[in-house]
């Protein structure tokens, strides 16, 4: 195979979810389109790669140079401020239009096995987004693990002592090892109107 189609198939197998075979067929509609489409997504890639950044208030992804839309949000200002592993989890509750407060991304889940640790969570800042944003209730949105129910622990633990914010979690319906993008709106909707308080 020629190198420079086969050092793009390479790069494209890498994504989450794609093969080799999968990456192939991308591959080649990019090249055989005479649209422009190759270049299209070439400098989109470019352009994001160099602007996008974590906010560094809340985790999610932005170009904005200072804090994210999520955060400048007035309208969000709701004492509500939801914890997620992760940006996807942000996108598929703002698709089901349920809650209207405010994210905060922890960027993974405390796990023995992946060796992951406290200090490889976003969470430094969380007791002064609690008290600068006047949270009265903190959402666990966390996957239905065994991780994601030490992370829960142990982020109550460093914040039930000293400020005083309520816990809830999302109520059942979020199925055990369960991703939050596997939930279909309604199930989400149901889980996250009767959340159940910690
Ligand atoms: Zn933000």
Redesign the pocket.
């Known amino acids: 195979m020629n190198p420079k189609i086969d050092r793009l198939i390479k790069q494209f197998a890498r994504l989450p979810r794609l093969g080799s075979r999968a990456a192939g067929r991308i591959v080649l509609s990019l090249l055989q389109d005479k649209s422009g489409r190759a270049e299209n997504l070439a400098n989109a890639l470019l352009d994001a790669a160099a602007t996008i950044r974590p906010?560094p208030?809340?985790?999610?992804l932005?170009d904005a140079t200072t804090?994210?839309e999520?955060?400048r949000d007035a309208s969000r200002a709701n004492g509500q401020l939801c914890l997620v592993r992760d940006l996807a989890d942000v996108w598929t509750l703002e698709k089901s239009a349920i809650f209207h407060g405010r994210y905060h991304i922890l960027g993974g889940l405390l796990s023995g096995v992946a060796g992951t640790t406290p200090d490889d969570l976003h969470i430094a800042n969380l007791s002064d987004r609690i008290r600068d944003e006047h949270i009265t209730e903190i959402i666990f949105a966390l996957p239905n693990t065994v991780e994601g129910k030490t992370t829960q622990h142990y982020v109550m633990s460093i914040i039930g002592t000293t400020q005083d914010v309520k816990f809830s979690e999302l109520a059942s319906g979020v199925p055990l090892g369960g991703d939050l993008d596997y939930l279909d709106d309604g199930t989400l909707s149901l889980a996250f109107g009767g959340r159940r308080e910690l």
């Open positions: 906010c208030t809340c985790g999610v932005t804090t994210c999520f955060c």
